[in-house]
């Protein structure tokens, strides 16, 4: 049997290359620990690259390695073109950066633009010198008064956007942690100081940058101060820098808003857009985990169906877990739907509602739902990203509270700190999980490659075959239906390549009637085993899956090919 | 010659299952052919056939459109009827039209050439696109008609048995589609035959979308039960499949689709004295229902004390048209939420009837009796454990409270506030039931009689 398409290339010069990709996100601190500090590092990851080759992602998202204070996660940036001591510097970068590219893996790195550090040399310049250089890169105010109507993001911590500075005698605003200071973009020498900062980047070579929190950049009076004419303005700025110098490259847009005001971030739809190239898909997950829980696959199909189009060189990132907390409120402000109610009446789920937590934790350690999780990841529209340690199904830690929990070391091997640094185990950052169930003796990267029916090797062909149907990545999108809600069925078809992708929700066995009638006289072959299923005819297509069970059909266009 | 295709039609005919003679002694009372819709050359050649049975006396005239050929094609031997002598073109041989591609192209042709041929015609609210090309499909699962997918989005639901005068699921799906109501998938045509003999003309089939990603809610909510009896102990709110939220935004659909009807089409006021003659036609109903169930005989004058209630009760009533004949199976989940279909009525009640005012309060006592059924249909009523029923009851009456409270934040209008007509409407629907199931099903009578034993305790 041949496959019909070739898998993708990882030197290749498509600019539309991140629609077929398959993402990575990599905590460096995490990943390992090439020093023996107890804190992963740039040369640790470099370590890794074989084992990320071999899984076949074709680009790894890191977030951010910057010199910071530490008090929001690297997000809190006080310096933006250097390296964290601990991680390595800027040379490590350089060797990381060279031999991913000389194995086919791209890299993007976060960049938080918003705000910075109030250790950050600005602030501190800012705060002491107002009349000085950075004296206006800051959001300062004689008053708290401005800007009633922007929500405060972080009710728990933050009382007001407006935090007194007692050295510089003024407020200054901000839209996270009263730490972090958020940057005045009506200052055009901020504009040059950020363009400096990705240029320095662009120019080692990264493949492009998610950009964080990108809705908040400018404050307006009597707006909410989320999604302005302005902030898009400069997104266009952004766009147009990194174009001209270094094409090819994306941006990856953190808009957590609803899919309807999300677009805007793509820019220009007659142009193909012109602001970022990619933006989360942020309702779809908690949507699965939904769909799933209620059997039903409606949860998914109207948020895809509420999804409008986007311009044609975009694409949508999706995702079933990361290193962030997942709060449902910031889904569900804009719905009018019943996502929210559905959560609050279910005490199981909302046990879960920050959905803080790793994948298999979250499925109960199932893999038949976990293969059921990421075949949808890897199959409905958008380019997947994997967060580290999910593909081996590893667990979380929720003493460690919700930030640090799903942050742990990945684990390697069952020997001392799961295989992640050779620290006396008390020096690690974070504890690696040793519970049981998910602790490092028992799930870890050398067990899974030691057996060919685990997760990993079952995650890694997917992988391969999502490669190999550039459908996957850049097909249109058909919800199928079918006479059984709890199975959900789609096709994904571009040119000649057809998949029809059939999923069965319930945890029991399901049969399903598909009209395929377009489709008759094919003979769906199933991508994982490669075994041909009878013919289309002219009646309704039945099906049976198994409890979580899923199908990846090719469906050849010509009949006569695939038979005997 | 005649007498023997007749007889093979009748053979034909009665194993249908919208054959609605079933049981009864029938016999071929006449044929109305209406003229070819297909030229001398064509093969098949097609027409619409109007075939009077009299079973039982009872005159019932269906439409059978009909494909001839000259010899036998292949693979369409269960939609064989016979061989037929026709008088010009000699002995043909004809099938079930609606089971043959080439027959069912000639038979919706007209939507797009406005093609008059044939003693038919196709009207449309619109222009409309039918692709001949892909082969349609017949859905299974339908009693009375016969349903095929045109292309990707139009369904063609072709009437099987047929009165003069308007269909009242056009009727109603016109005025519907009219307005825009999004309770139901829009009417875009449909085929009537001309006046026969100067006399009466029939509806004969409508065109409306077909809802590609729609799943049914009777089987749905079933899910939903089956779901909460695979768990052991937990309560209807704590497992996965729960149903409240979709019966809420069900009842929220009902309620609009109650508003649109009441939009659209015509309205009036039930006084004291209307209220009294409901009362008078369901105590009649009733004594009916108790001569042939006497399982209700114990219940009786308790039920019948709620229509006393009715008929003394000093209020107005807003009557308008409505569904008839609402249940979960008249139900469609679909990507953008809920839609109500087949707006017949009773298909077993006289015309008039079916298209008679009444208050919508009866279709939400349909709805609630549904919720019921759902419950119960999965396990049989005479094997069902106390646990079982204990918890088949919480799901019910949680869903039916959900059904209630979107009907209610809807409407702005509790259909919990009118108690005793509720009550009224259930209590005729569930004695119904129970004669029916008396009749058809014996074991599953226990599912209306709780109901029954639950109305006559209030």
Redesign the interface.
């Known amino acids: 049997m041949s496959e019909i398409a070739q898998p993708i290339s990882h030197e290749s010069d498509d600019p539309n290359w991140f629609k077929r990709a398959v993402f990575y996100e990599v905590l460096i601190r995490s990943f390992k620990d090439s020093s023996g500090d107890g804190v992963g590092d740039l040369r640790g990851l470099a370590e890794r690259l074989d084992y990320l080759a071999w899984l076949g992602v074709d680009c790894l998202w890191l977030p951010p390695f910057f010199p910071s204070p530490l008090r929001d996660g690297g997000y809190d940036v006080s310096d933006y073109t250097d390296v964290a001591e601990d991680i390595g510097t800027i040379d490590d970068f350089k060797a990381f950066l060279d031999a991913a590219h000389s194995r086919g893996i791209r890299v993007i790195i976060d960049f938080v633009m918003n705000h910075t550090s109030d250790q950050h040399p600005w602030f501190q310049s800012s705060r002491t010198d107002p009349d000085g250089p950075y004296g206006d890169f800051y959001v300062w105010s004689d008053t708290d008064d401005l800007y009633q109507d922007a929500r405060i993001i972080f009710v728990d911590t933050e009382a007001s956007n407006w935090t007194w500075d007692p050295v510089r005698g003024e407020y200054f605003w901000h839209r996270f942690y009263s730490h972090q200071p958020d940057l005045n973009f009506d200052n055009p020498a901020v504009h040059e100081a950020m363009l400096d900062a990705l240029a320095f980047w662009l120019d080692l070579g990264v493949d492009g940058f998610r950009l964080d929190a990108v809705p908040y950049l400018f404050e307006r009076e009597g707006t909410n101060g989320e999604n302005l004419p302005e902030t898009h303005e400069f997104l266009r700025k952004v766009r147009k820098f990194v174009d001209d110098g270094w094409p090819g490259r994306v941006l990856l847009a953190e808009a957590n808003q609803w899919p309807a005001d999300v677009v805007d971030y793509y820019g220009d739809f007659d142009t193909g857009g012109d602001e970022c190239h990619m933006c989360f898909h942020f309702p779809v997950m908690p949507r699965i985990f939904m769909a799933v829980r209620r059997e039903s696959r409606y949860p998914i199909s109207e948020i895809l169906s509420q999804t409008p189009d986007i311009p044609k060189n975009c694409h949508w990132g999706i995702f079933l877990r990361n290193h962030d907390e997942l709060t449902l409120e910031m889904v569900t402000d804009e719905d009018r739907d019943y996502m929210w109610a559905e959560y609050a009446k279910d005490p199981r789920m909302k046990a879960n509602i920050g959905i803080r937590r790793r994948l298999a934790p979250l499925l109960d350690n199932d893999v038949d739902q976990m293969e059921l999780f990421t075949a949808l990841l890897l199959s409905l529209p958008g380019s997947p990203v994997l967060y580290y340690g999910d593909e081996i199904g590893m667990g979380d830690n929720i003493w460690l509270g919700d930030r640090d929990g799903v942050r742990t070391p990945m684990q390697w091997t069952p020997d001392r700190n799961a295989g992640f640094s050779s620290a006396t185990p008390g020096r690690l950052t974070l504890p690696v999980i040793m519970d049981p169930v998910f602790g490092y003796q028992a799930v870890n990267v050398e067990a899974d490659l030691a057996n060919t029916s685990s997760l990993l090797h079952w995650t890694r062909r997917m992988i391969q075959i999502r490669q190999q149907h550039p459908a996957l990545g850049l097909g249109t999108f058909t919800d199928i239906g079918g006479s059984n809600p709890a199975v959900l069925s789609f096709l994904r078809e571009f040119g000649d390549d057809a998949m029809l992708c059939v999923n069965n929700l319930s945890r029991f066995a399901q049969p399903v009637e598909l009209d395929l009638r377009s489709f008759e006289g094919v003979r769906p072959i199933e991508t994982l085993g490669g075994v041909e299923f009878p013919a289309i005819g002219e009646l309704p297509y039945l099906l049976t899956l198994g409890g979580y069970g899923f199908y990846w059909f090719r469906l050849p266009k010509n009949p006569e090919a695939s038979g005997p | 010659m005649t007498a023997e295709f007749e007889a093979q039609l009748l053979h034909y005919m009665s194993d249908q299952r919208w054959f609605a003679g079933k049981g009864g002694v029938s016999s071929i009372g006449g044929i109305v052919r209406l003229p070819w819709l297909t030229t001398a050359e064509d093969e098949p050649r097609v027409r619409v056939e109007l075939v009077t049975v009299i079973t039982d006396d009872v005159p019932q005239v269906y439409q059978v459109p009909m494909a001839y050929y000259d010899t036998e094609p292949e693979r369409m031997g269960h939609a064989l009827i016979g061989t037929y002598d026709d008088p010009k073109h000699g002995r043909l041989v004809a099938y079930d039209a609606l089971h043959d591609r080439i027959a069912i192209g000639t038979l919706v042709r007209g939507f797009v050439e406005n093609d008059r041929s044939g003693g038919i015609t196709h009207s449309v609210l619109g222009p409309v696109q039918v692709d001949t090309d892909?082969?349609s499909?017949m859905l299974?699962g339908e009693q009375s008609n016969t349903s095929l997918?045109l292309g990707?989005d139009l369904l063609l639901k072709v009437f099987r048995t047929v009165v003069p005068g308007r269909n009242p699921d056009i009727e109603v799906h016109e005025a519907l589609t009219r307005l825009d109501s999004s309770a139901i998938a829009a009417l875009r045509g449909w085929v009537a035959t001309k006046p026969i003999d100067d006399g009466d003309s029939y509806d004969l089939a409508m065109l409306q979308d077909f809802l590609?990603?729609?799943?049914?809610g009777w089987?749905?909510a079933r899910?939903s039960v089956?779901?909460l009896l695979?768990e052991a102990d937990l309560h209807a709110?704590?497992v996965?499949?729960?149903f409240?939220?979709e019966a809420e935004?069900l009842g929220a659909t009902v309620a609009a689709l109650h508003d649109d009807l009441a939009a659209a089409l015509e309205t009036d006021t039930w006084k004291a004295r209307n209220l009294a003659r409901l009362a008078d036609r369901l105590r009649s109903r009733l004594t009916q229902a108790v001569a042939a169930a006497p399982e209700l005989a114990p219940y009786a004058d308790s039920l019948a004390s709620a229509y006393d209630a009715l008929a003394t009760l000093d209020t107005t009533v807003g009557v308008q048209r409505i569904h008839g004949d609402l249940h979960l199976g008249q139900t469609l989940?679909t990507?953008?939420g809920w839609v109500i279909i087949d707006f017949e009525g009773e298909p077993a009640k006289p015309l008039a009837e079916r298209r008679a005012l009444d208050s919508p309060i009866r279709d939400v006592a349909g709805m609630l009796r549904s919720f019921d059924y759902a419950a119960s249909s999965m396990v049989i009523p005479t094997e069902m454990s106390p646990q079982e029923h204990h918890r088949i009851d919480e799901w019910a009456e949680r869903n039916r409270a959900a059904f209630l409270d979107g009907y209610a934040a809807t409407r702005g209008d509790d259909p919990r506030d009118h108690a005793v007509l509720l009550r009224a409407y259930e209590i005729d629907k569930a004695a119904y039931e129970v004669v029916y199931e008396k009749r058809n099903r014996p074991t599953w009578m226990g599912i209306p009689l709780s109901a029954i034993e639950r109305l006559a305790g209030t």
């Open positions: 892909m082969p499909v299974t997918v990707e590609r990603s729609a799943s049914d089987e749905y899910a089956r779901d695979m709110d704590e996965g499949g729960d409240a939220a935004r989940r990507i953008g």
